[in-house]
């Protein structure tokens, strides 16, 4: 398993599979990957209870990120219910812009 000889995103089971020259494979799950840095992103989730769930068609009442954001950009991101990733770069975009 020395050396690479294909690298391959299998859509029918959302995996990266590597083929060695030596006929051994190896399959990475990419749902499972993008599911560990969500964790590692955000530190902490403050939910809605059951009933206010309802009302605010939304679970999450406060989502704390491990990263630097900007209220600009936590307010973008609960409006438009973008993903943890989505809210990832737009904090490092705005803190790009910020830089310029």
Do not use: H, W
Not at 6 to 20: G, H, Q, Y
Not at 36 to 44: A, C, F, Q, R
Not at 66 to 73: T, W
């Amino acid at each position: 398993m020395d050396r690479l000889i294909s690298c391959e995103f299998n859509m029918d089971n959302a995996c990266v599979e590597l083929k060695f020259l030596d006929g051994s494979m190896r399959a990475i799950d990419t749902i499972a990957v993008e599911n560990e840095v969500v964790k590692y992103l955000i530190s902490g989730v403050e939910l809605f209870p059951c009933e206010e769930q309802r009302m605010q068609k939304r679970f999450a009442k406060v989502v704390a990120y491990r990263f630097p954001a900007q209220q600009k950009v936590l307010t973008q991101f609960d409006e438009c219910g973008a993903s943890v990733g989505t809210a990832a770069l737009l904090a490092r975009e705005s803190e790009r812009e910020g830089r310029l």
